[in-house]
T-cell receptor
Framework: DAKTTQPNSMESNEEEPVHLPCNHS???????IHWYRQLPSQGPEYVIH???SNVNNRMASLAIAEDRKSSTLILHRATLRDAAVYYC?????????FGKGTRLHILP | DAMVIQNPRYQVTQFGKPVTLSCSQT?????MYWYQQKSSQAPKLLFH???????NEADTPDNFQSRRPNTSFCFLDIRSPGLGDTAMYLC??????????????FGPGTRLLVL
């Protein structure tokens, strides 16, 4: 079964870039890679998603390895409001597979 | 501009006493999902509705049921809650389920405590 592996936690200084890794070596060809984040006491919110090519939006960038077995969520300039749990999720035909999430701490 | 609303936000129930959690949406989305999230764990999909079609995950206990009387509302019924059902229950919607690109919109969750 496909699964995603993420570090339990990471730290970053405010206003610096953050690179959050995710391994998904058993990804299927039609699975999309999604990232959501969950702030304390809230439901998850969408960050970004992609299939093969790197993606950019106003919140973040997503770098996908050429073999699709890993990806990296990039926050270009972290703020205190980015402190959250970030989930790497594989979504495909009849499946939604969450990673355990990375708790991101931002140091002022 | 609340889009996915869950009521109540906090619910305490007794062991074995049935409980119903409510979710409503103003997005007119076809798909509604229910997730269970235990403390310090990732959300776990219980089931989802694609319009009126119910789709249960294989490992969802029979104790958990759901109803969707119309597009806007979806309910999670726990027939006989056990202590292990203490968790946050998250409702989410998406426009369609036919593509893995769809964004899910989550509600704030209902925190359930079973005593």
């Amino acid at each position: 079964d496909a699964k995603t592996t993420q570090p339990n936690s990471m730290e970053s200084n405010e206003e610096e870039p953050v690179h959050l890794p995710c391994n998904h070596s058993t990804i299927s060809g039609t699975d999309y890679i999604h990232w959501y984040r969950q702030l304390p006491s809230q439901g998850p919110e969408y960050v970004i998603h992609g299939l093969t090519s790197n993606v950019n939006n106003r919140m973040a960038s997503l770098a996908i390895a050429e073999d699709r077995k890993s990806s990296t969520l990039i926050l270009h300039r972290a703020t205190l409001r980015d402190a959250a749990v970030y989930y790497c999720i594989l979504i495909g035909d009849d499946k939604i597979i969450f990673g355990k999430g990375t708790r991101l701490h931002i140091l002022p | 501009d609340a889009m996915v609303i869950q009521n109540p936000r906090y619910q305490v129930t007794q062991f074995g006493k049935p409980v119903t959690l409510s979710c409503s949406q103003t997005l007119n989305h076809n798909v509604m999902y229910w997730y269970q999230q235990k403390s310090s764990q990732a959300p776990k999909l219980l089931f989802h509705y694609y319009d009126k079609d119910f789709n249960n995950e294989a490992d969802t206990p029979d104790n958990f049921q759901s109803r969707r009387p119309n597009t806007s509302f979806c309910f999670l019924d726990i027939r006989s809650p056990g202590l292990g059902d203490t968790a946050m229950y998250l409702c989410a919607t998406s426009r369609d389920a036919g593509t893995a690109q769809e964004t899910q919109y989550f509600g704030p969750g209902t925190r359930l405590l079973v005593l």
